[in-house]
């Protein structure tokens, strides 16, 4: 019998002052079985780092032809693709060809991933990419419960998570490109 998703409610207090975006979305995001709480956590973040209207998450971690959350136009072009974790440069640049930009938020150890990926992708101009620091996100995750209710500003590069009890702040580290609107 296969594992089946288990949906997570998510309410988004979102403050982004460098954007002037102030919404509050309410959710409900699948977290797949083999998937860990630091990429739950980093695709929620990423929905708030780069809100849109149409900003939508993607089927998951089983079907590799989708992001892990994308914006895509009325027409159905994929104007905003946003990957989460660790993928390969191959991945980066398949990506960088199916859509307008590519965005990746890079959680985990990077000493091993980014000299092998980052000099491969360096030339796809529509591709930027940020690290979350460890030690924040670590201590974020522990606290998720079924039912996340995190306040989110953003300003000046950094993600200030709030939830019933403690704050946390996750500066971002700009690997390549910068924070694109």
Request: hydrophobic residues 40%; charged residues 25%.
């Amino acid at each position: 019998m296969a594992l089946q998703a288990t949906p997570y409610k998510v309410n988004l207090n979102l403050s982004d002052l460098d954007r002037e975006v102030y919404d509050n979305p309410r959710m409900t995001v699948a977290r797949h079985p083999s998937e860990t709480e630091q990429r739950l956590a980093a695709r929620v973040l990423a929905y708030g780092l780069w809100y849109h209207e149409h900003l939508t998450f993607g089927r998951g971690l089983s079907e590799v032809d989708e992001a892990a959350l994308w914006q895509t136009s009325l027409d159905g072009r994929i104007e905003h693709w946003i990957e989460v974790g660790q993928p390969d440069a191959d991945r980066l640049i398949w990506c960088s060809r199916r859509a307008d930009r590519v965005s990746l938020l890079v959680y985990g150890n990077t000493r091993v991933w980014a000299p092998k990926v980052l000099p491969k992708v360096a030339k796809q101009k529509n591709v930027h990419i940020a690290a979350l620091p460890e030690e924040p996100l670590t201590a974020l995750c522990a606290k998720i419960n079924r039912t996340i209710d995190w306040g989110l500003m953003i300003t000046d590069d950094v993600l200030y998570v709030s939830n019933a009890d403690d704050q946390y702040e996750l500066p971002l580290e700009w690997l390549q490109g910068k924070r694109n609107f």
